[in-house]
């Protein structure tokens, strides 16, 4: 009866062993060219993202960059515009006469600042894409010139309201636009400062260093 020497294997053995090399590198050369395709394309698909995303955050910035540097030479003309009314006022010998008398006169004018830009951002999902202290910061400056707009409309409204009334003298109408103008420029001043930070902030974002 013979016997098989220890380092050699059954026939049947040696056969199942090279089907199995054989079905495993078929496996390895069908299947890893798929798999690094779909890794490769994965890749450039998130690349291709947020390529898109910083184009799309980008051009937002730039935008409310603009609007911005827009209302803040719309609040200095404003501050300026309410400084001369408060100072002619102050200074008025007459106090029965009426504010249509001065030669800058413009009417309550109050500020027409623009937000389209800032809500853009914020319909599209921008804003959730900024750093905290540039989104707290916009935030900020746009709610400060909400508060402007309602102290705004507050002034004109009492004006209104009360025009065609016979105790409605111009001595009250002035004491009503002296103080209107005090406020105005008041938070004409703090919106002006906002807005150059804000600006600064925004303008880093966009040209890093």
Do not use: C
Not at 10 to 18: C, E, Q, V
Not at 35 to 58: D, I
Not at 71 to 80: A, C, F, K, R, W
């Amino acid at each position: 009866m013979s016997t098989m020497h220890p380092n050699e294997q059954n026939p049947t053995k040696k056969n199942r062993n090279r089907n199995f090399k054989k079905i495993l590198y078929e496996v390895i050369v069908l299947v890893f060219p798929v798999m690094l395709g779909v890794y490769l394309g994965l890749l450039a698909n998130n690349w291709s993202e947020e390529k898109a995303e910083l184009q799309q955050t980008e051009k937002v910035l730039t935008n409310i960059f603009h609007e911005l540097e827009y209302n803040e030479g719309v609040t200095q003309e404003s501050s300026l515009y309410f400084k001369q009314l408060r100072d002619s006022i102050f200074y008025l010998e007459n106090r029965n006469s009426l504010p249509s008398n001065f030669s800058f006169w413009k009417g309550l004018n109050p500020p027409l600042l623009k937000d389209a830009s800032f809500q853009s951002a914020s319909i599209s999902g921008v804003l959730s894409r900024l750093d905290i202290d540039l989104l707290e910061q916009l935030t900020s400056v746009y709610k400060l010139q909400s508060d402007l707009e309602l102290q705004s409309n507050t002034y004109v409204q009492s004006v209104t309201n009360k025009i065609g009334e016979n105790s409605f003298t111009n001595e009250k109408y002035l004491i009503i636009l002296e103080n209107y103008a005090h406020d105005q420029i008041s938070t004409e001043a703090q919106l002006t400062e906002e807005l150059k930070k804000a600006k600064s902030m925004v303008s880093e974002k966009l040209n890093p260093s």
